[in-house]
């Protein structure tokens, strides 16, 4: 890999470490330490996704505009200002305009570093996507791990170590990305793509599949939320619940010479691929919904992490590929908001359906909407096929 791309994995992997410790502690914390109903939870991480799908299509443009450098230097700045907030101010309703502040800080970071990765090594495909993802996965690792062991003494040193993270990775971006050129990639603008006929239609490609990605998502994030917060009722301690989390990102790492080996004969098949890890993820749903101990979970988490080895890379890689010269940031935003999109949309919904009507409806309702994001994936690129077929019989 090329120096600046170990550059980009190594601050995305401080900086998810340092989100690491927070994120999947959201929901206990707002649910057990602030005392407010599951619902009121998923409002208040739908806002701060909110937010983040606007940090990410706002960092998205401000890449084709200004680079990445500076990009990521003001998503950082705004998210330690946030962080240093909920150090100090940790309480009700404080938490809700810092929780959102720090995801549109975040939100901007991410599409400049996916779309960084893509300009410096372009010859490399989905292993440069892989590597950004294997990163936030040693992140999530590491950061869960100590999350779940630094909450039981006290949160507010999750707030803090959250912050002393984001510093380092801003001393990461100082003195490392400010040399990295991704002016090649800023050869169009947005009118030149507009008067493209194909490039619209690889857009509206792109939206499809995100359809798709969007309700991964949706079902991916009840691990963090729902779940965790049912995991606490089954009388799972907080410390086991953070090592499913670690087991998660451990594997992804530790597990990558592996699904190297699995994908290798469709590896150019990025659609296949998604599918697969679909049909993955609804068998991740239905070993949880008759889980009653942590070894079950545990099944659960490990089935879930193989799908998402599956999905996580692919979509960015095919939103890559699909994007004009100089539109890689703005593709990458939409991908990203997509992500973000659906952990704004999954907790919200999954609280008021547990709420309601219990766990095991929200596993069933989870399982449906994978087939509909297979649908989806199956047809994202057919107008795209069409197209040669209709220029040639023109």
């Known amino acids: ?39 009121v939870a998923g409002i208040v991480l739908m806002l701060n996704s909110a937010a983040s799908v606007i940090g990410n299509l706002f960092g998205g443009s401000l890449f084709d505009k200004i680079g990445g450098y500076k990009s990521i230097m003001l998503g950082i700045g705004i998210t330690i200002i946030s962080l240093i907030g909920l150090t100090f101010w940790p309480g009700w309703p404080q938490y809700i305009f810092f929780l959102t502040l720090v995801g549109f800080g975040s939100g901007i970071v991410f599409p400049a570093m996916y779309a960084m990765a893509g300009s410096v090594w372009k010859e490399g495909g989905r292993k440069a996507f892989n590597a950004i993802y294997v990163a936030q996965n040693l992140g999530v690792a590491i950061g869960a791990a100590l999350g ?98 670690t087991i998660n990102g451990a594997l992804i790492v530790l597990g990558q010479p592996v699904i190297n080996k699995l994908i290798k004969p469709f590896q150019n098949k990025l659609k296949l691929q998604i599918v697969i890890g679909m049909v993955i993820f609804m068998v991740s749903y239905a070993v949880a919904a008759g889980a009653q101990q942590f070894s079950g979970f545990i099944a659960g988490m490990v089935i879930l992490t193989i799908g998402e080895m599956l999905i996580w890379p692919a979509v960015p890689t095919i939103a890559n590929t699909l994007a004009p010269k100089g539109r890689e940031g703005f593709y990458q935003g939409i991908v990203n908001s997509t992500a973000t999109g659906g952990r704004m949309i ?33 047809i994202y690129d057919r107008k795209i096929k069409e197209a040669p077929n209709m220029a040639a019989s023109a």
């Not at 120096?3 to 649910?31: D, E, K, Q």
């Open 1 to 39: 890999m090329p120096r600046a791309l170990w550059l980009l994995v190594i601050g995305m992997a401080v900086n998810v470490t340092g989100s690491s410790f927070l994120w999947p502690l959201n929901t206990i914390y707002i649910h057990d330490h602030l005392g407010k109903s599951l619902s």
């Open 148 to 245: 779940g062991l630094v909450a039981s003494y006290s949160f507010q040193l999750i707030f803090m170590a959250n912050a002393v993270m984001y510093v380092i990775f801003l001393m990461i971006a100082v003195f490392g990305y400010r040399s990295i050129d991704t002016r090649a990639a800023k050869q169009t603008n947005i009118l030149q793509e507009n008067g493209t006929v194909k490039s619209r239609t690889k857009l509206y490609a792109l939206l499809i599949l995100s359809i798709g990605y969007l309700l991964c998502w949706v079902g991916y994030v009840q691990w963090q939320t729902t779940i965790a917060a049912y995991t606490q009722e089954l009388n799972i301690t907080l410390n086991q619940y953070s090592i499913l989390w």
């Open 346 to 378: 999954g907790p919200l919904m999954g609280g008021i359906l547990v709420d309601l009507n219990g766990m095991p409806i929200l596993f069933a309702v989870l399982i449906g909407l994978m087939f509909i994001g297979i649908f989806t994936t199956v």
